[in-house]
């Protein structure tokens, strides 16, 4: 059975303050590892998908890398407006993602 | 191009009765994935849909149901209404040659 664990739960920084989500995963047949957004009351946003080990992919203040067991989600000089829940998920041989609880990231002012 | 859409936005109902939920794909994709989220499960897996037949289903009783059409629209329908099915209803539309998939913006369903 697929597995992703997400840490830490809520994760609050300063604005400027650097930081990483990690997302761990056990799953057969790696199809892709997916990053979303999530605010609050609205459907999750597609950010990368990772396929192998080494990988890495930016976008603005993001950069999602990806290990054999590992990904993380460097979040550089974080604003205000990056703050929302973080979704990791993986596609396994079955197709259907199995998706982590997320990380709830709160960046202050 | 048009990003998943899905009605209603919000719905209220009471114990006991049905509901039908609807999402729009984005255009040109055939598999719509329905997922309900809540606060304390996160985001379990419902149904999928390709080419109107379902392909994967996850662990929900029977009384989630769904279907789609042959423009690629889906409809999922909760019978029965139990307090518990208040959630965030999230539809998400893939193409089948890639794998990530596009969430809507979700149907609030809260059950009295």
């Known amino acids: 059975e697929d597995q992703v664990t997400q840490s830490p739960e809520a994760l609050r920084l300063q604005e400027g303050e650097s930081s990483s989500l990690n997302c761990s995963y056990t799953v057969s047949g790696l199809r892709g590892l997916f990053w979303y957004r999530q605010d609050p009351g609205k459907g999750p946003e597609f950010l990368f998908t990772?396929?192998?080990a080494g990988e890495e992919k930016e976008k603005e203040r993001l950069k999602a890398t990806l290990t054999k067991k590992e990904s993380f989600l460097h979040i550089t000089a974080p604003k205000p407006e990056d703050s929302a829940t973080y979704l990791c998920?993986?596609?396994?041989?079955?197709?259907?993602?199995?998706f982590g609880r997320g990380t709830s990231l709160i960046v202050h002012p | 191009k048009a990003g998943v859409t899905q009605t209603p936005r919000y719905l209220i109902k009471t114990r006991g009765q049905q509901v039908t939920l609807s999402c729009s794909p984005i255009?040109?994709?055939?598999?719509v994935s329905w997922y309900q989220q809540t606060p304390g499960q996160g985001l379990q897996f419902l149904f999928e849909?390709?080419?109107?037949?379902?392909?994967n289903k996850g662990n929900f009783p029977g009384r989630f149901s769904g279907r789609q059409f042959s423009n690629s629209r889906s409809e999922m329908n909760v019978s029965t209404l139990e307090l518990g099915d208040s959630a965030l209803y999230l539809c998400?539309?893939?193409?089948?040659?890639?794998?990530?998939?596009?969430f809507g913006p979700g149907t609030r369903l809260t059950v009295l």
């Open positions: 849909y390709f080419s109107e037949t379902q392909r």
């Open positions: 998920a993986v596609g396994g041989g079955s197709y259907i993602p199995t």
């Open positions: 255009s040109g994709h055939r598999s």
């Open positions: 990772l396929y192998s």
């Open positions: 998400a539309s893939r193409d089948p040659t890639e794998n990530e998939q596009f």
